[in-house]
């Protein structure tokens, strides 16, 4: 019996308010950085469990770290003189009987794989740009216990629970967007000298909108200050056109990298790398403080503070905030609902496809109609949560 509550939301919408703050980082952010690590070992180790064992065992690889490097920033090059350290850290299973499971190696090959893939860096550039540190305990028995049980049925392995919301409003749909174009390949081949490391942070006031952008620039591309604030403004005005030419917002400004010193005589006072990344020279990142399952950072929105990132499939703090977020996003589509928020609640050692609560909010101007349908909803992800399941470790859902 699944305990699904649908209620009527009655405040008004986050775009009928007169202010909306919305912030995106970047696939090259710090905290981007570990959230991505940690999930792409966490899958490598369940595919590796699945293909072996026919089954995914335990393991919460979410506890990860990352310590800033060192540089010295020159225009037209520069250098690494410390590099960014990288921790890993949780439990994960690497012994099943006497078969012993080459843990470190899959966990070691995921991060090199993703920081290739994502951050274009080749093998012997990871090796001196990064220190990567891996470190993991045996899971404790009685969670390890709860994956055995979850043979027939996946079992909650913590009380935990997830939250979503949908529709996007056009404020995250703007700031979600310029974030992507800024961190797309289409962008980089254009201007050669943008960083993977980008933040977005938008403003709202009424119609008027006004957007904040840190974006690291790679000092070999730049050959002196006249350069980069040219640079500079070349971004500006391509997210001003993007902006113009996609919403109909009034457009109050783009500001670009506001630490810099207008008056800089050096390097040292613009946001210049080495890597494209801030990590290399004084930004730290870690686990869970970065973008939700819906890719945004949404202050005025009800939101989960934990870290999805690394953990397991039977770990509501992952499952549930990724089911939340997919029976939000359909429910969202349906005619007549403004916005609407989803909770999912598990308790620990009992099946997850029975929440201890579903709670549904919706704000509706057929709300009788779409009770019905977000019930139905919600019932058709939790009958098929395995499927879910299945899909994450195929990698299918970013986090």
């Known amino acids: 019996m699944k305990n699904i509550i649908i209620e009527k939301l009655n405040c008004p919408p986050v775009e009928e308010r007169g202010v909306e703050i919305v912030e995106r980082k970047g696939i090259g952010h710090p905290d981007t950085i570990c959230d991505s690590l940690c999930e792409a070992a966490s899958l490598a180790l369940s595919r590796y469990y699945l293909k072996k064992f026919k089954k995914v065992l335990h393991h919460n690889l979410d506890k990860g770290l990352l310590v800033a490097g060192k540089s010295k920033v020159k225009f037209g090059g520069g250098k690494i003189l410390k590099p960014i350290k990288i921790i890993i850290a949780g439990r994960a299973t690497d012994k099943v009987g006497k078969i012993k499971i080459p843990t470190r190696e899959i966990i070691l090959d995921a991060v090199y794989d ?18 990567i540190l891996i470190d993991y305990q045996e899971g404790a028995a009685n969670l390890e216990e709860v994956f055995k049980r979850s043979k027939e049925t996946p079992i909650a392995n913590d009380t935990s629970f997830g939250v979503a919301h949908a529709p996007l409003s056009k404020t995250e749909k703007l700031t979600l967007e310029v974030a992507n174009l800024i961190n797309s390949k289409e962008f980089s081949k254009k201007f050669p000298f943008v960083g993977k490391d980008i933040k977005v942070m938008s403003l709202r006031e009424k119609n008027k909108i006004s957007l904040t952008l840190a974006v690291a620039f790679i000092s070999r591309y730049i050959k002196n200050l006249e ?27 783009v500001d670009c990298n506001t630490l810099d010193n207008p008056f800089a005589k050096s ?5 210049l790398t080495v890597t494209g990344l801030s990590a290399e020279q004084g930004d730290d990142g870690q686990v869970g403080r970065g973008n939700r399952v819906c890719g945004l950072i949404t202050p005025l929105r009800q939101m989960s503070l934990e870290a999805v990132a690394g953990k397991n499939i039977n770990h509501p703090g992952k499952i549930y905030q990724i089911l939340s977020f997919l029976i939000a996003k359909e429910i ?35 709300f009788s109609k779409v009770k019905d349908k977000a019930f139905l909803i919600c019932k058709n992800y939790l009958d098929n949560l395995e499927k879910i399941q299945k899909e994450i470790i195929k990698g299918k859902y970013k986090v």
């Open 114 to 131: 993703w920081l290739n893939k994502n951050l274009g860096f080749s093998k012997k550039e990871i090796k001196k740009i990064f220190k």
């Open 332 to 366: 969202g589509m349906v005619e007549g609902v403004k916005e609407c928020y989803v909770k999912l609640l598990s308790e620990i050692g009992k099946p997850l496809e029975s929440p201890q609560i579903a709670l549904i909010e919706i704000n509706a101007k057929n």
């Open 267 to 271: 390097e040292n006072e613009v946001y």
């Open 227 to 253: 350069e980069y604030f040219k640079a500079k403004e070349k971004v500006k005005k391509e997210v001003e056109k993007y902006i113009r030419k996609n919403f109909d917002f009034d457009l109050k400004k």
